[in-house]
């Protein structure tokens, strides 16, 4: 029997779940609201693990490919201290092959492979069981039903409202994203700083990190502990104009003002502000913000840890949707190999009733597996932007190969 199967989301969980149906012979209508694949950027690296990211894509057939693809040195990992003194450098041993580096954009790609997007679909309401299924609302006005409905559409889900009334909040932390491109020819300097893989700094309640992409492309994070309208009153929120006051020299164009307001579409006073905040750090570290391109806003929000619902028929929840946690390289691998496992008993699943016992089973062990995800990756945002800094040396010396 063909179930009715729709995924809400063109992203990691969602497109591995397709993919896995479709090796199995079962169609799948995969709904994104983006009007195309290259409508925004895809984003920075993964690190897929062994036994999540690269389980998911074996089955989905990809791993061979995978493989082609990825950078085992991307594992490379160094510290350094706020003064620019190398504190760690892992790197990876020959053969190494557990948690190589791809970027999104290239995994996106390697996920497509024959499936048929439906671009531009953006969805607004999904209702559970009415009638002759469930009812999914789109942006256009138009409407659809389907046997079972999948969000695997990311923080601000519009398919979780179905299942759950939680929101996600604000964690307390912020990053910055900016980039550099090129930058073994443009910055060779910081090409030999960064190293094959990532690089982090870490100082009192902040830090840098800069991970590399394919092609000389960089990301660079600044992350800092502050309130979500941080930017409203540098100086009552941060203290940034007073110090930025005693450093005009070094930040010039700043508004030193005793309470100004930062407008998060300028760049040029997105740099000053970082380079007031990391006042301090050395110059080799703090030429990742002079240089960056464009910088981008990314407060850290997370649902509830265990976050859980009462089974709805017809609907689940794939990856973020279902267990946004901190971003420490754990989501995007739960989120692919959920999409392939529920993919699979879904494909097993001959009636209506098998498919709704099969997903409630899958709901079952999902929660668990993330709930204990959730609090780890908590516990480690914790860790590594803290009041001592030498919290987040001795989290990556646990997890670290000796």
């Known amino acids: 029997m063909r179930h009715r199967i729709a995924v809400i989301g063109g992203g990691p969980a969602g497109l591995t779940f397709a993919r896995v149906l479709h090796r199995h012979g079962h169609p799948v209508t995969i709904l994104e609201r983006d009007p195309a694949p290259d409508a925004r950027p895809p984003g920075g690296v993964l690190d897929l693990h062994e036994r999540m990211g690269q389980l998911a894509l074996g089955k989905a057939g990809l791993l061979a490919e995978f493989q082609a693809l990825s950078r085992p040195e991307g594992q490379a990992m ?126 009192v309640n902040r ?96 649902l509830p840890v265990s976050h859980t619902w009462a089974h709805v028929a017809g609907v689940t929840l794939l990856g973020d949707a279902a267990h946004l946690m901190p971003p420490l390289g754990v989501g995007a691998n739960l989120a692919m190999l959920e999409g392939a496992e529920l993919a699979e008993s879904v494909a097993a699943a001959p009636g209506p009733a098998d498919l709704d016992e099969a997903v409630r089973a899958f709901e079952e062990q999902m929660w668990a597996r993330a709930g204990g995800w959730a609090k780890i990756t908590m516990a480690g945002l914790e860790r590594l932007v803290s009041p001592d800094p030498t919290e987040a040396l001795a989290l990556f010396d646990e997890v670290q190969p000796s």
């Open 207 to 302: 830090g840098l990190v800069a991970q590399r992409n394919s092609g000389g492309h960089v990301k660079v994070y600044a992350q800092f502990r502050a309130p979500l309208d941080w930017h409203t009153s540098l100086d009552r929120h941060m203290g940034l104009n007073r110090r930025a006051g005693m450093n005009a020299g070094m930040n010039a164009g700043m508004d030193t003002g005793l309470d100004t307001g930062l407008d998060l579409a300028d760049a040029e006073a997105m740099r000053s502000s970082l380079l007031a905040l990391f006042d301090g750090w050395a110059a080799p570290v703090l030429d990742l913000l002079r240089h960056g391109t464009a910088f981008v806003h990314r407060p850290l929000y997370v």
């Open 78 to 203: 160094r510290i350094l201290d706020v003064d620019g003194t190398v504190l760690r450098d892992w790197r990876p041993r020959p053969g190494d092959r557990a948690n190589p580096e791809i970027d999104r954009g290239q995994l996106r790609d390697l996920l497509l492979g024959p499936l048929d997007v439906q671009w531009g679909r953006g969805v607004t309401e999904v209702v559970p069981r009415t009638g002759d299924g469930v009812l999914v609302r789109f942006a256009d006005g138009r409407q659809e039903t389907f046997d079972l409905v999948v969000g695997a559409d990311g923080a601000w889900s519009r398919v979780r409202p179905a299942v759950s009334s939680a929101t996600p909040h604000y964690t307390g932390i912020t990053l910055v994203e900016t980039s550099l491109d090129d930058v073994d020819t443009r910055h060779p300097d910081l090409a030999r700083l960064i190293g094959d893989g990532s690089m982090a700094v870490y100082g």
